[in-house]
């Protein structure tokens, strides 16, 4: 049936970059014959489910939304992958994204756009866009994405979908193409929060691959979802993240689930976090430069394209020009700042400094959660934007992740769940709730009472 359906709307909504049925349909027989002979398997068994195109897969190409992985076939299963395989899930496919994960719209993407379902003239968020947009399509009942500083929870706010964005460390990273190792999280894609849940439980957990992988107990966020009340909890409203700049029908939206929050039986009050106006600027120090030093490895020599290796021309001209051809504009200008950054002279005003910030951002969250037990805000501050609006506008677009960077710095719990629907545009607004490192249970929580 998710088959029919993606080759009913996807020549629309183009959230794919890799469907191929008879590798489906063959690993939806292996769980059918695995079943018949006893094995127990998760709640998730049978159930499909699109991977962003940086999860590594041993039978689908992985390109990370780059040219300069056209065509790679990995030679492992990232640990998500295999775990999410062992359970039962069958994967549909593999989903666009912008480059190396760098983008709120997908429309840095090395090979097409993806179109929001709700409306095909707009962005589908980024840059997990390609899982969010399969999700709200109904291609898939379920899909990964990767939240470095916002990837999941943006485009989930998008698409009117639910995205969450785990502690850090709290599930893997091995198998994924890395953009920025301290930040990188994969999480899971759902239209309700109950089912993020299962997804986030099926595939966290230690893995002794992953030296930032948390070794202890995963947090109960099935029990947490099927909980769903928030009766005496203390719910703090970000007071940075209102006023200017933010879309009325989103403020319009935000208000209401507070008030549903407060008629629930929680406690509401205002919170300041004075250093998260800095979130931004440092992030667009960190993510880069951690970027430039990740994405050495696309040097021509070890995976994927290879341009002008005609044996005329030095190794350096070979790297030079293989990613001059393979990389896109937006990961040629992270790849220019990072290195700029961490250049010896200008690495402790920049990068340090960056890093400075980032404390203060945690002692933030660490003096709110002394208050309060769960931060909530807007997602975004603006309903999904036209396709082309923001795509030569590098400020413009990093501002659609103003709210949800802070806790990508800080490494905290983050979910995005629909609130409605903005009254200007008819799109869909999301309500992001924040919880400390490990209170993951805390956002499924509350998620689940007031999703709409
Ligand atoms: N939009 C942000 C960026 O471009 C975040 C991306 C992400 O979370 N992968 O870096």
């Known amino acids: 049936a998710h088959l029919d359906r993606v080759a009913a709307v996807d020549g629309d909504v183009r959230a794919f970059l890799h469907v191929d049925g008879e590798t489906v349909l063959a690993q939806a027989r292996k769980v059918d014959e695995r079943r018949a002979a006893g094995e127990e398997l998760g709640p998730l068994a049978g159930v499909p489910i699109a991977h962003k195109d940086v999860f590594t897969t041993t039978d689908m190409p992985t390109t990370a939304g780059s040219r300069i992985l056209e065509g790679w076939r990995p030679p492992y299963d990232a640990t998500i992958t295999a775990r999410l395989r062992k359970a ?20 840095n993407s090395a090979y097409h756009p993806t179109h929001n379902p709700w409306d095909l003239s707009r962005i589908p968020g980024g840059s997990s866009g390609g899982s969010s ?7 898939a009942p379920l899909a990964t994405g990767t939240d470095t500083g916002g990837s999941i929870r943006q485009p989930a706010a998008v698409t009117g979908i639910v995205g969450a964005k785990p502690t ?59 909980r769903a009340d928030v ?8 007071k940075e993240f209102a006023g200017d700049g933010y ?11 507070v008030e549903l929050l407060e008629s629930l039986g929680a406690k509401v009050v205002e919170v300041s976090c004075p250093n998260f106006s800095y979130a931004l600027p440092a992030y667009y120090l960190i993510a880069p430069s951690e970027c430039s030093s990740n994405l050495a490895r696309f040097d021509a020599m070890r995976f994927g394209l290879r341009v002008g290796d005609d044996g005329g021309r030095s190794a350096e001209e070979v790297m030079a020009l293989t990613r001059a051809e393979g990389f896109g504009p937006e990961v040629k200008r992270r790849i220019m700042l990072g290195t700029y950054a961490l250049s010896s002279g200008y690495y402790d005003a920049y990068y340090g400094k960056a890093q400075q910030v980032r404390t203060l951002i945690a002692r933030d969250f660490d003096a709110a959660f002394g208050q309060v037990d769960v931060l909530v805000s807007p997602t975004t501050p603006t309903t999904a934007f036209p396709i082309g609006e923001r795509a ?8 659609a992740d103003l709210c ?39 956002v499924y929580r509350v998620g689940a009472a007031v999703e709409r």
């Open 404 to 442: 949800t960077i802070p806790a990508n710095l800080a490494g905290n719990a983050a979910i995005s769940v629909p609130c409605g629907l903005a009254d200007e545009d008819g799109l869909p607004v999301g309500l992001q709730i924040m919880a400390p490192v490990l209170g993951d249970d805390r």
């Open 392 to 399: 030569d506008d590098p400020m413009a677009m990093y501002l």
């Open 88 to 107: 039962g899930l069958v994967i549909l496919g593999k989903t666009n994204m912008d480059e190396f994960a760098m983008g709120s719209s997908t429309e």
């Open 168 to 226: 850090y460390g709290g599930s893997t990273r091995y198998g994924i193409i890395a953009f920025a190792s301290s930040l990188d999280t994969p999480g899971p894609f759902a239209r309700n929060v109950l089912d993020a849940a299962l997804l986030h439980e099926a595939f966290s957990g230690h893995d002794p691959m992953d030296s930032t992988s948390i070794d202890k107990p995963v947090p109960p966020v099935v029990e947490a979802a099927r």
């Open 247 to 257: 879309q009325p029908g989103v403020t319009a939206r935000f208000n209401e689930a």
């Open 133 to 139: 947009a399969a999700v709200a399509a109904y291609e």
């Open 231 to 238: 009766a005496g909890l203390r719910v703090g409203v970000v």
